[in-house]
């Protein structure tokens, strides 16, 4: 490989970038690429240093006071980030780090601004051996990427291909200072342990092991690609992005690996990570190739995955509880949040709820309780809400946290689905449309 410079950066990055941000740890390895941009005039006044404390070490303000200290002498902006890295039931303390470092940098970024890590090519292999030993698939033997998508912008990881003793070279050849982290040395960490006990042995052996392991990880990435690109292509035929349900009516054209694929891409698509394969195949025995029971669910991360008439869906746990009480609808209110995580909104628009009567009226959004009717604009006669929920095909625990919208004390509209004819107006900029969705933020 050619010698470390700043063309290896320079190739890697946009034609156009507003801001590049460099996750700065004060490490060897972040120290010399933090220099290697620093040597790239057209970058000059776009730099900034960014140190993510973790609070989970003592000296860990010592070391973000280091680098604010070097960003100084190298004339580049400095950005401390501090995060809540605590680990929840079950999480590793690696992957609650990594997990929050990633968060408070995705939020960082703007359109066209980029972040750079500093990981290389043994990063890479740990990488791809932890996944490995974890029984993952060629999406988690694929390693980390090059370039990826990150919040607004773009992530970039220019070093992946360089080997760790050419990053030393660099450093000593250019007179680098940097601080070390005195919890690489302990082996209680997975990665510590793999970095200090195993892959010396190995490299004993095999000394080229990173650049072939990596390359082994390039091989599972380009064919994570093609996966990826036929999941992209097929997904859409069994895949309602509307109600965001995944049909299983005829599955025959596929085989169950395509399925198992299809299904941890809609998951994917809905929020979840993707499931072990336990959880997978549970979901396929119970729900895919299940019949007859309508209680059967799938809990998942904190969504729960049922079967209706031949469709999957994937519901965040929180918006399956039932409200309990009548809420009141301020007028000047354009939308409520309800407590399940869902948004009330209204609208105006040229046929719906008449304004006129809203706006002389006590509006309440109330739970169903049962045996409530709903007369339709130009059908006869007064409908269960039940039967009009079976007609309509509303999966069954839709209609129990689906809002009610009353008027003084009278049902006038089952938000997002109909309105009661006595409610119902057609003039241009006199009715309100009723949406209820859930929160982007679920």
Same mark, same amino acid.
């Given at each position: 490989?050619?010698?470390?410079?700043?063309?290896?950066?320079?190739?890697?990055?946009?034609?156009?970038?507003? &801001?590049?941000?460099?996750?700065?740890?004060?490490?060897?390895?972040?120290?010399?690429?933090?220099?290697?941009?620093?040597?790239?005039?057209?970058?000059?006044?776009?730099?900034?240093?960014?140190?993510?404390?973790?609070?989970?070490?003592?000296?860990?303000?010592?070391?973000?006071?280091?680098?604010?200290?070097?960003?100084?002498?190298?004339?580049?902006?400095?950005?401390?980030?501090?995060?809540?890295?605590?680990?929840?039931?079950?999480?590793?303390?690696?992957?609650?780090?990594?997990?929050?470092?990633?968060?408070?940098?995705?939020?960082?970024?703007?359109?066209?601004?980029?972040?750079?890590?500093?990981?290389?090519?043994?990063?890479?292999?740990?990488?791809?051996?932890?996944?490995?030993?974890?029984?993952?698939? %060629?999406?988690?033997?694929?390693?980390?990427?090059?370039?990826? %998508?990150?919040? *607004?912008?773009?992530?970039?990881?220019?070093?992946?291909?360089?080997? *760790?003793?050419?990053?030393?070279?660099?450093?000593?050849?250019?007179?680098?200072?940097?601080?070390?982290?005195?919890?690489? /040395?302990?082996?209680?960490?997975?990665?510590?342990?793999?970095?200090?006990?195993?892959?010396?042995?190995?490299?004993?052996? +095999?000394?080229?092991?990173? &650049?072939?392991?990596?390359?082994?990880?390039?091989?599972?990435?380009?064919?994570?690609?093609?996966?990826?690109?036929?999941?992209?292509?097929?997904?859409?035929?069994?895949?309602?992005?509307?109600?965001?349900?995944?049909?299983?009516?005829?599955?025959?054209?596929?085989?169950?690996? /395509?399925?198992?694929?299809?299904?941890?891409?809609?998951?994917?698509?809905?929020?979840? *990570?993707?499931?072990?394969?336990?959880?997978?195949?549970?979901?396929?025995?119970?729900?895919?190739?299940?019949?007859?029971?309508?209680?059967?669910?799938?809990?998942?991360?904190?969504?729960?995955?049922?079967?209706?008439?031949?469709?999957?869906?994937?519901?965040?746990? /929180?918006?399956?509880? &039932?409200?309990? /009480?009548?809420?009141? +609808?301020?007028?000047?209110?354009?939308?409520?949040?309800?407590?399940?995580?869902?948004?009330?909104?209204?609208?105006?628009?040229?046929?719906?709820?008449? &304004?006129?009567?809203?706006?002389?009226?006590?509006?309440?959004?109330?739970?169903?309780?049962?045996?409530?009717?709903? *007369?339709?604009?130009?059908?006869?006669?007064?409908?269960?809400?039940?039967?009009?929920?079976?007609?309509?095909?509303?999966?069954?625990?839709?209609?129990?946290?689906?809002?009610?919208?009353?008027?003084?004390?009278?049902?006038?509209?089952?938000?997002?689905?109909?309105?009661?004819?006595?409610?119902?107006?057609?003039?241009?900029?006199?009715?309100?449309?009723?949406?209820?969705?859930?929160?982007?933020?679920?």
């Amino acid at each position: 490989m050619p010698d470390l410079n700043p063309q290896t950066i320079a190739a890697l990055l946009p034609a156009t970038c507003r &801001k590049v941000f460099v996750a700065y740890s004060g490490g060897l390895d972040s120290t010399v690429l933090l220099d290697l941009c620093v040597g790239l005039p057209a970058l000059a006044g776009k730099i900034v240093a960014v140190y993510v404390d973790h609070g989970l070490q003592a000296e860990s303000a010592g070391w973000g006071e280091h680098c604010r200290r070097q960003a100084e002498c190298l004339g580049v902006d400095f950005q401390l980030l501090t995060v809540d890295a605590r680990a929840s039931n079950g999480e590793s303390p690696e992957a609650a780090a990594r997990e929050a470092r990633y968060r408070a940098l995705r939020q960082l970024l703007a359109v066209d601004d980029v972040i750079l890590l500093a990981q290389h090519r043994e990063d890479q292999m740990e990488t791809l051996l932890l996944q490995l030993f974890r029984g993952a698939g %060629v999406s988690g033997l694929a390693g980390m990427p090059i370039a990826s %998508v990150c919040g *607004k912008g773009q992530l970039l990881r220019p070093l992946l291909d360089v080997a *760790k003793v050419d990053i030393q070279r660099y450093a000593q050849a250019h007179g680098l200072q940097w601080v070390e982290d005195p919890s690489n /040395q302990s082996s209680d960490f997975d990665r510590n342990y793999l970095r200090n006990e195993i892959l010396p042995v190995l490299k004993q052996r +095999w000394p080229a092991l990173d &650049k072939t392991v990596a390359r082994s990880a390039k091989h599972c990435g380009d064919a994570a690609q093609m996966i990826e690109a036929w999941a992209e292509q097929t997904l859409p035929t069994v895949f309602d992005p509307t109600e965001g349900s995944f049909d299983i009516a005829d599955l025959s054209a596929i085989t169950a690996t /395509q399925l198992n694929c299809l299904l941890r891409h809609w998951l994917r698509r809905m929020g979840v *990570k993707p499931p072990s394969q336990a959880v997978l195949q549970t979901l396929v025995e119970q729900l895919v190739c299940g019949r007859g029971d309508a209680a059967a669910q799938v809990c998942i991360q904190g969504s729960i995955i049922r079967k209706y008439r031949e469709k999957l869906y994937c519901i965040p746990e /929180q918006c399956l509880q &039932k409200e309990t /009480q009548a809420n009141p +609808w301020i007028q000047e209110q354009e939308r409520i949040i309800l407590s399940s995580g869902y948004v009330l909104s209204r609208s105006t628009a040229s046929a719906g709820l008449s &304004k006129n009567l809203w706006n002389n009226a006590e509006v309440t959004v109330e739970p169903r309780r049962g045996g409530e009717k709903l *007369k339709l604009p130009g059908r006869t006669g007064n409908h269960c809400l039940k039967k009009l929920y079976q007609e309509a095909g509303v999966p069954p625990w839709e209609r129990d946290i689906r809002p009610l919208i009353y008027l003084d004390g009278r049902l006038a509209a089952v938000a997002g689905l109909w309105i009661a004819e006595w409610a119902w107006l057609s003039a241009a900029d006199s009715c309100y449309q009723l949406d209820w969705r859930v929160s982007e933020s679920m």
